[in-house]
């Protein structure tokens, strides 16, 4: 089938489209792409309902979710299909540079050195072992780039950012996305109640929550569990690794120019060195750097942050079949699982060697 025909068939048949091919939004206009944002945004707002009634429910998994259910049952309407698209690209990229607004280089300075190379080391470890697991496993190149940012960086978010410039299927994003939070959430009660077995000090224990876990908010909730010290540690050790997403990400799009199976490619987008979301999200950690941004606004902030990944993974889910999810196998989850794993041990050394006694 060509890509036309598999696009007319969406949302059941254009599931093996790459993220971020500009092909899907050709010839569109803001009355083109308005029903499907209505469509993303409705399914974000009730993500973000549910996730404030059940807390451990993340608004980005029930989004993934709502959207999945709804594409796979034939509820959406054809003329959702440009806005959803546009969602999955551009609205998503506006969700990962409102992340840049969490972080200050403050939180970065307040580390000491020995902090500060395990953050490095942390993250450099994670994106090999869990490529390293996932090519053993026999994945996909962009669906084990997709685990090795999340993992190593901060779950959801990292992969939103990733997309991109890995091009992977909907499919795949959407894989990467549960796998994550699968392990994340596991993570909340698993690693301070290992913590404890282990008799780890206090800011031992709030460096391998922070260093081991993927998501900001999972963080924050499995430190909660312990005392202000580790959670004090905990959410610097994270929000450092949050910041670690400019260079992996610059590393990605480098690669991605130079992949010899895409040199050459007709018809393809060349991918910017810098991407310009990425740029914006530099800036935005610079704005909150800066201090001229009131306090009272970050809470705001952080809400819109969360509607906007909401719908940007709402437009991508839409268009997956549950049917192909299936056929990935039970190989992604294997390789989310071992490389967790893997990352628990080395981030527990890790942690042990930059602030135990």
């Known amino acids: ?92 990229r506006v969700g990962v540079v409102f992340v840049g607004f969490r972080l200050s280089m403050s939180d970065l300075l307040s580390l000491s050195a020995r ?40 779950g959801v978010s990292a992969i939103a950012a990733a997309a991109p410039a890995v091009r992977p299927r909907d499919d795949e994003l959407a894989y990467a996305i ?47 569990t312990t005392n202000e010290r580790s959670l004090e540690i905990a959410v610097v050790v994270k929000l450092a690794r949050v910041l670690m997403l400019a260079p992996v990400l610059a590393a990605l799009t480098i690669a991605d120019r130079r992949d010899p199976d895409r040199v050459g490619e007709v018809g393809r987008e060349r991918t910017p060195l810098v991407p310009g979301f990425i740029a914006a999200f530099i800036v935005a950690v610079a704005i909150r750097s800066s201090g001229v941004m ?20 709402a437009g991508a889910a839409a268009g997956v079949s549950l049917n192909r999810l299936r056929r990935l196998g039970a190989r992604p989850l294997v390789a989310g699982l071992v490389s967790w794993a893997l990352v628990l041990i080395v981030t527990l050394v890790g942690s042990s060697l930059a602030f135990g006694a």
């Open 1 to 92: 089938m060509s890509a036309p025909d598999a696009r007319r068939k969406w949302p059941v048949t254009a599931v093996g489209h790459r993220v971020g091919d500009r092909s899907r939004e050709a010839g569109t206009s803001i009355a083109d792409v308005g029903p499907g944002l209505v469509v993303a945004v409705a399914i974000a707002l009730l993500a973000v309902a549910v996730h404030d009634r059940v807390e451990l429910a993340s608004a980005h998994v029930v989004s993934v979710g709502l959207a999945l259910v709804i594409g796979n049952l034939g509820l959406l309407p054809v003329a959702a299909r440009p806005g959803l698209a546009f969602a999955s690209k551009h609205v998503l």
């Open 115 to 154: 902090g500060l190379v395990l953050v490095v080391a942390v993250v450099a470890t994670s994106f090999m072992l869990t490529r390293w697991v996932a090519a053993k496993l026999g994945l996909s190149r962009p669906l084990g780039l997709l685990l090795a940012t999340g993992t190593s960086i901060c």
């Open 178 to 224: 549960g796998l994550v939070t699968l392990c994340g959430t596991l993570a909340i009660g698993l690693v301070p109640a290992l913590g404890s077995i282990l008799g780890l000090g206090d800011s031992t224990l709030g460096a391998w929550i922070g260093a081991s876990i993927h998501d900001v908010g999972q963080v924050v909730a499995a430190a909660s």
């Open 294 to 313: 009131p306090s009272s606004l970050l809470g705001d902030i952080r809400d819109l942050e969360t509607i906007l990944l909401a719908a940007g993974l």
